[in-house]
């Protein structure tokens, strides 16, 4: 009974993460479809959780992706497939790029505590550039969305490594160094 309250648990986690990224992000720098934005918090909030839980997260990532897309941004001008569509291949780019990445033997992700920022930067790298083009792909085919390639390419690239950087830096760098601070006022 543990192992299913802990898979439970985790993607209720990994969906509260990404959701809370997407408030976040809303009403920080506004989100549209066909441009993107500039800061796209969720994509670093989904290759934290997958750092931090691994695959088992995928449901709850998917689902927040899109209950997101749907409540959040009512992003996809009516057409629940491509937009369906569009949220799995966000929530799979960054499982994507650490599969490849690992492939390569480049970082070993398993264990975090070893890990370097600068693979951490790669990472959001390449996983911007998987999701981007996916993106792409996918609303290109739609004839839902009218897009500019260039528009739309750099704006996601752009909001992808923005975004990335921003979550994670925060929760690596900044939280842990306010609760430090919060303590040792406490203790004082």
């Not at 648990?9 to 959701?19: E, G, T």
């Not at 998917?62 to 897309?69: E, K, L, N, T, V």
């Not at 992003?75 to 966000?90: L, T």
Request: with cysteine; charged share 10%; proline share 3%.
């Amino acid at each position: 009974m543990e192992p299913v309250k802990s898979y439970g648990m985790n993607n209720l986690i990994a969906f509260l993460a990404i959701f809370l990224a997407s408030l976040a992000m809303k009403y920080l720098s506004g989100f549209d479809v066909e441009v993107g934005s500039y800061l796209y918090l969720p994509i670093g909030a989904k290759i934290l959780i997958f750092l931090l839980f691994g695959r088992q997260v995928l449901p709850g990532v998917i689902a927040s992706c899109i209950f997101c897309g749907v409540v959040l941004f009512d992003a996809w001008g009516g057409n629940f497939i491509f937009g369906a569509i569009g949220a799995i291949m966000g929530a799979i780019a960054p499982l994507v790029s650490i599969w490849f990445i690992q492939k390569l033997k480049m970082v070993n992700f398993s264990n975090l505590a070893s890990i370097d920022f600068r693979h951490i930067l790669f990472l959001i790298f390449f996983t911007a550039i998987i999701h981007a083009l996916s993106r792409f792909v996918i609303y290109a085919k739609s004839d839902v969305f009218i897009i500019s390639p260039i528009d739309f390419l750099s704006h996601y690239l752009v909001g992808d490594m923005i975004g990335g950087i921003v979550v994670i830096w925060t929760v690596l760098k900044i939280i842990p160094y306010v609760v430090s601070v919060s303590r040792q006022a406490r203790y004082n």
